[in-house]
């Protein structure tokens, strides 16, 4: 079995969306871990999107992940980091994520994007130690 972080993001806990994005996790078969809302401070902003600090959009991103809390879950199944990646859809609301997706139902930006989820097993092994430390 295998793990992945997952974050509602501001957006989308603002919109009222997190138990709609809850059911869809739990419906697939995926099993939480862990689970809390979270008030994001700059510093664990910044160590999670470590690897965006050069894109011209890094500034705008810190700023949107620290605008409001956000729903911080681990998340564990069989292949779990690409079930929840199949789960969110692509990264552009629009031109990529699919209907039936939660960014191709719920999104229209591309910063904006509802869900954040692991990228590779590595990257989830790296958020879980900075978001959910004591889960080891
Ligand atoms: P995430 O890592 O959050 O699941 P992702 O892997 O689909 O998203 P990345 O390319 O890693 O996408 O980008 C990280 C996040 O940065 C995106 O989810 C989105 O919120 C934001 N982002 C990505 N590209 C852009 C862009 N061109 N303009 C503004 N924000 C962007």
Redesign the pocket.
Known sequence: TERTLV?V?PDAVARGLTGEILARIERKGLRLVALELRHVSAEVAAEH?A??VE???YG??IE??TSGPVVAAVLAGPRAVAAF?QL?G???PVAKAETGSIRGDFGL?????L?????SVESAKREIDIWFPALG
Do not use: C, M
């Open positions: 974050l993001k999107y690897e965006h894109r011209p959009f705008s991103l949107f992940i990646r969110a692509g990264t552009d930006e591309v910063q904006e994007n869900v954040h989820g692991s990228d």
